[in-house]
């Protein structure tokens, strides 16, 4: 219905347009045909005035309106004909309202199809636009080198309201309006349109096309100015910039700065490397190997071997963890660090004025050094619910588990994990193979909840079959600590339906998320605004432009990529921005579950496209049936891409399956930088691989896609050949 009137209202602007052309328009408004008609329309005024103003309006709003040629000559006539004050009226009135129907025909014709076309490429225009179209606008409309008439199609296609659209041009091309009604007052003077705006006239009128845009600049100096008042800024600088905190993001920051020879000082309280190496991506994954290796072995007749019950020591399982630890560490490590020029120094980090951060050493010396910029890295911590009764029973988090069971021969024989995220749900599973009963609490209808339903489901049957009790809708409502015969006995009361429960565990994990790392670090000192994470803006800058923040203090993702990726903004924008400064690019963020089988995902998934009014296909592709998966025993799972209605160009993947998170950086690679599924469909996929499911997924969608006429015409001609 709605291509229908497109179609109505395009074939009514053609029609239009060739009427105009048919009946000699273009030599009407023309100077030579202004000046000829003149005497006519003084006529027509001195008879009927109201009328005239009325028609002529109504003709001058057509012209813009179809973008037709001859809006400065019907300029010069409002002049020539109702003199400057009537004339600057009508013309300004009437160019408005035929510039605004411009403006919405583009909208309604061509917005969703530019749009949808191009995507992603016009996330920063889009963006550009909506933060500051008014002022761009503006400029656009005071210099006269534009074509008018493709600025209102432009801007149709762009978020920019109507209403803003109208009264900025209203007020925009009324400079230029006078200039032409006055040139028009004096028409028997004038012999052609080049005199009419003098070269003076003309830099004038960029002049304030441009003053808009300066004065926001001087604006946003005097509101830094403002928010630097009550501090003395040094003579001089100890240093470029000064990192505070040594996970990912911090250690990304100082390494490019030090690369690009700044004098660079990373600070960091405890361990280099961060939460990531020491107590969560490293360890949890070390873990997840050797769980899984034992539940092959007790599944080991489903490869023609003998299955076995695995004979181990937990403490054994534990402290390959923290060998793996320790292998990678020297990535990470302070030596490394101070190796490609970056001064790192052990101690608490506090800034003390925009330009100076204490740093308190174990021993309890200080030194303060002066800089340029600061990041603050600081990166999060597990969140502990307040739940009645949780300290008296103890309870371990994600940090604290690897030490806390390193020296433990076997696994918590009853283990009760509180959350149902990534986190929940990857230890859960992991110790339920190591042998503990495991029961596994989520509040919400269930686990894994910013994916899909069906992948929700497919993870709760897969820690099922590993023995995990997995409880969802039961909410926490405390602990309880009982004492009989010597032998201690600890609850955890659940509510569900209404209805209360006791669940006996001998430990409990809080896995319910990770919270920013907001205090000790003079952030309150200095009015540096925080939420549930430090405030920034696109640039990672904080209230005070030279002071950023990074990685998961900074938010709004809590992985290590993401934090290595704003890490570059945050080091380009601290010791670059005076030239030009970079907004975080956030359109393909990738990430990975790694329960068995594994969830990765990259952009959009059906919840989130339905959320947001985003229009979509889905096309699947069984792991099922790939070659490889049946011979490596792993025959389960499925790629699901969205893809724009009748196009290639992906929106999102979800790939359940082995080596998910591998699999994925494909689609991620061809989401960066735009390439559709017929690109992934054209590319040699080695056989028999894994990786064969992109591909074969792209090729359900070209299926879906076949032009069936085309094959009809196609069996049509071999018929004929056979003939």
Same mark, same amino acid.
């Given at each position: 219905?709605?291509?229908?009137?497109?179609?109505?209202?395009?074939?009514?602007?053609?029609?239009?347009?060739?009427?105009?052309?048919?009946?000699?328009?273009?030599?009407?408004?023309?100077? &030579?045909?202004?000046?000829?008609?003149?005497?006519?329309?003084?006529?027509?005024?001195?008879?009927?005035?109201? $009328?005239?103003?009325?028609?002529?309006?109504?003709?001058?709003?057509?012209?813009?309106?179809?973008?037709?040629?001859?809006?400065?000559?019907?300029?010069?006539?409002?002049?020539?004909?109702?003199?400057?004050?009537?004339?600057?009226?009508?013309?300004?009135?009437?160019?408005?309202?035929?510039?605004?129907? !411009?403006?919405?025909?583009?909208?309604? +014709?061509?917005?969703?199809?530019?749009?949808?076309?191009?995507?992603?490429?016009?996330?920063?225009?889009?963006?550009?636009?909506?933060?500051?179209?008014?002022?761009?606008?503006?400029?656009?409309?005071?210099?006269?080198?534009?074509?008018?008439?493709?600025?209102?199609?432009?801007?149709?296609?762009?978020?920019?309201?109507?209403?803003?659209?109208?009264?900025?041009?209203?007020?925009?091309?009324?400079?230029?309006?006078?200039?032409?009604?006055?040139?028009?007052?004096?028409?028997?003077?004038?012999?052609?349109?080049?005199?009419?705006?003098?070269?003076?006239?003309?830099?004038?009128?960029?002049?304030?096309?441009?003053?808009?845009?300066?004065?926001?600049?001087?604006?946003?100096?005097?509101?830094?100015?403002?928010?630097?008042?009550?501090?003395?800024?040094?003579?001089?600088?100890?240093?470029? +910039?000064?990192?505070?905190?040594?996970?990912?993001?911090?250690?990304?920051?100082?390494?490019?700065?030090?690369?690009?020879?700044?004098?660079?000082?990373?600070?960091?309280?405890?361990?280099?490397?961060?939460?990531?190496?020491?107590?969560?991506?490293?360890?949890?994954?070390?873990?997840?190997?050797?769980?899984?290796?034992?539940?092959?072995?007790?599944?080991?007749?489903?490869?023609?071997?003998?299955?076995?019950?695995?004979?181990?020591?937990?403490?054994?399982?534990?402290?390959?963890?923290?060998?793996?630890?320790?292998?990678?560490?020297?990535?990470?490590?302070? &030596?490394?660090?101070?190796?490609?020029?970056?001064?790192?120094?052990?101690?608490?980090?506090?800034?003390?004025?925009?330009?100076?951060?204490?740093?308190?050493?174990?021993?309890?010396?200080?030194?303060?050094?002066?800089?340029?910029?600061?990041?603050?890295?600081?990166?999060?911590?597990?969140?502990?619910?307040?739940?009645?009764?949780?300290? &008296?029973?103890?309870?371990?988090?994600?940090?604290?588990?690897?030490?806390?069971?390193?020296?433990?021969?076997?696994?918590?024989?009853?283990?009760?994990?509180?959350?149902?995220?990534?986190?929940?749900?990857?230890?859960?599973?992991?110790?339920?193979?190591?042998?503990?009963?495991?029961?596994?609490?989520?509040?919400?209808?269930?686990?894994?909840?910013?994916?899909?339903?069906?992948?929700?489901?497919?993870?709760? !049957?897969? +820690?099922?079959?590993?023995?995990?009790?997995?409880?969802?809708?039961?909410?926490?409502?405390?602990?309880?600590?009982?004492?009989?015969?010597?032998?201690?006995?600890?609850?955890?009361?659940?509510?569900?339906?209404?209805?209360?429960?006791?669940? &006996?565990?001998?430990?409990?994990?809080?896995?319910?998320?990770?919270?920013?790392?907001?205090?000790?670090?003079?952030?309150?000192?200095?009015?540096?605004?925080?939420?549930?994470?430090?405030?920034?803006?696109?640039?990672?800058?904080?209230?005070?432009?030279?002071?950023?923040?990074?990685?998961?203090?900074?938010?709004?993702?809590?992985?290590?990529?993401?934090?290595?990726?704003?890490?570059?903004?945050?080091?380009?924008?601290?010791?670059?921005?005076?030239?030009?400064?970079?907004?975080?690019?956030?359109?393909?963020?990738?990430?990975?579950?790694?329960?068995?089988?594994?969830?990765?995902?990259?952009?959009?998934?059906?919840?989130?496209?339905?959320?947001?009014?985003?229009?979509?296909?889905?096309?699947?592709?069984?792991?099922?049936?790939?070659?490889?998966?049946?011979?490596?025993?792993?025959?389960?799972?499925?790629?699901?891409?969205?893809?724009?209605?009748?196009?290639?160009?992906?929106?999102?993947?979800?790939?359940?399956?082995?080596?998910?998170?591998? @699999? @994925?950086?494909?689609?991620?690679?061809?989401?960066?930088?735009?390439?559709?599924?017929?690109?992934? $469909?054209?590319?040699?996929?080695?056989?028999?691989?894994?990786?064969?499911?992109?591909?074969?997924?792209?090729?359900?969608?070209?299926?879906?896609?076949?032009?069936?006429?085309?094959?009809?015409?196609?069996?049509?001609?071999?018929?004929?050949?056979?003939?």
């Amino acid at each position: 219905m709605r291509a229908a009137k497109r179609l109505a209202l395009l074939a009514l602007a053609v029609v239009l347009v060739w009427a105009f052309f048919a009946a000699g328009g273009p030599k009407w408004l023309t100077l &030579e045909g202004l000046k000829s008609g003149l005497d006519q329309f003084a006529a027509w005024r001195s008879t009927s005035p109201v $009328l005239l103003g009325l028609g002529f309006g109504a003709v001058y709003v057509l012209v813009a309106a179809l973008s037709l040629p001859g809006a400065v000559i019907l300029t010069l006539a409002a002049g020539a004909i109702f003199g400057l004050f009537w004339g600057t009226l009508i013309a300004s009135f009437a160019s408005t309202l035929g510039a605004t129907l !411009a403006f919405w025909s583009a909208r309604y +014709l061509l917005r969703d199809w530019v749009q949808a076309r191009f995507g992603d490429r016009l996330k920063p225009i889009n963006d550009g636009m909506a933060r500051d179209g008014a002022f761009y606008l503006f400029t656009l409309r005071l210099v006269p080198v534009f074509p008018f008439f493709l600025i209102n199609l432009l801007m149709g296609l762009m978020p920019i309201r109507s209403l803003t659209f109208y009264g900025v041009s209203q007020i925009g091309m009324l400079a230029g309006t006078l200039v032409y009604v006055n040139a028009g007052t004096q028409l028997a003077r004038i012999d052609s349109l080049a005199g009419i705006v003098s070269p003076g006239v003309t830099l004038s009128l960029v002049l304030l096309g441009v003053f808009p845009l300066v004065a926001k600049m001087v604006l946003g100096y005097l509101q830094r100015r403002r928010i630097y008042a009550r501090w003395t800024r040094p003579q001089r600088y100890d240093r470029n +910039l000064i990192v505070i905190g040594a996970g990912a993001a911090g250690l990304v920051t100082a390494y490019i700065g030090a690369a690009v020879k700044a004098k660079v000082t990373l600070v960091e309280a405890h361990k280099m490397g961060g939460d990531c190496l020491n107590y969560g991506c490293v360890p949890s994954k070390a873990l997840i190997k050797s769980a899984k290796l034992a539940t092959q072995m007790r599944h080991a007749d489903q490869y023609g071997l003998s299955a076995t019950a695995p004979e181990f020591s937990f403490r054994q399982v534990m402290a390959r963890v923290h060998d793996v630890i320790r292998t990678i560490a020297p990535h990470d490590s302070v &030596e490394r660090y101070e190796s490609l020029g970056v001064e790192v120094l052990q101690g608490y980090g506090r800034v003390i004025d925009p330009w100076t951060v204490e740093i308190e050493a174990a021993d309890g010396s200080k030194q303060r050094l002066t800089t340029r910029s600061i990041v603050i890295a600081a990166g999060a911590q597990p969140f502990v619910p307040p739940l009645p009764g949780l300290d &008296e029973v103890g309870y371990l988090t994600s940090d604290t588990l690897w030490d806390a069971l390193a020296q433990r021969n076997s696994a918590p024989a009853r283990l009760v994990v509180l959350g149902g995220g990534p986190i929940g749900c990857e230890l859960s599973q992991s110790f339920a193979r190591l042998g503990s009963a495991v029961t596994q609490v989520e509040m919400a209808p269930r686990i894994m909840a910013r994916e899909d339903a069906e992948v929700s489901e497919l993870a709760r !049957a897969s +820690l099922a079959r590993d023995g995990v009790d997995v409880l969802t809708s039961h909410k926490a409502l405390r602990c309880e600590r009982e004492e009989r015969d010597g032998v201690v006995y600890k609850y955890l009361v659940v509510e569900h339906g209404g209805l209360e429960r006791r669940v &006996e565990f001998d430990d409990l994990i809080c896995a319910v998320g990770r919270v920013a790392r907001l205090q000790g670090y003079g952030l309150e000192a200095l009015g540096i605004p925080t939420q549930r994470t430090v405030v920034t803006n696109e640039y990672l800058e904080t209230l005070y432009p030279n002071i950023y923040a990074a990685g998961d203090v900074a938010g709004p993702y809590q992985f290590t990529h993401t934090a290595a990726h704003q890490a570059w903004y945050a080091a380009v924008n601290a010791l670059f921005g005076q030239f030009k400064r970079f907004k975080v690019e956030y359109s393909v963020i990738p990430w990975a579950t790694f329960v068995d089988p594994e969830v990765a995902r990259v952009g959009l998934n059906e919840q989130d496209a339905k959320e947001k009014g985003i229009a979509y296909e889905v096309t699947r592709y069984g792991i099922d049936d790939l070659d490889r998966a049946i011979a490596d025993g792993a025959a389960h799972g499925f790629v699901k891409v969205l893809t724009v209605p009748g196009k290639d160009r992906i929106l999102g993947v979800t790939i359940v399956g082995e080596h998910a998170g591998d @699999l @994925l950086a494909e689609f991620i690679l061809a989401m960066k930088h735009g390439l559709g599924l017929n690109k992934i $469909l054209g590319t040699i996929h080695t056989y028999p691989t894994l990786s064969e499911a992109n591909k074969y997924a792209a090729g359900e969608w070209k299926r879906a896609h076949a032009p069936q006429q085309v094959l009809a015409w196609l069996q049509r001609y071999h018929a004929w050949r056979r003939a």
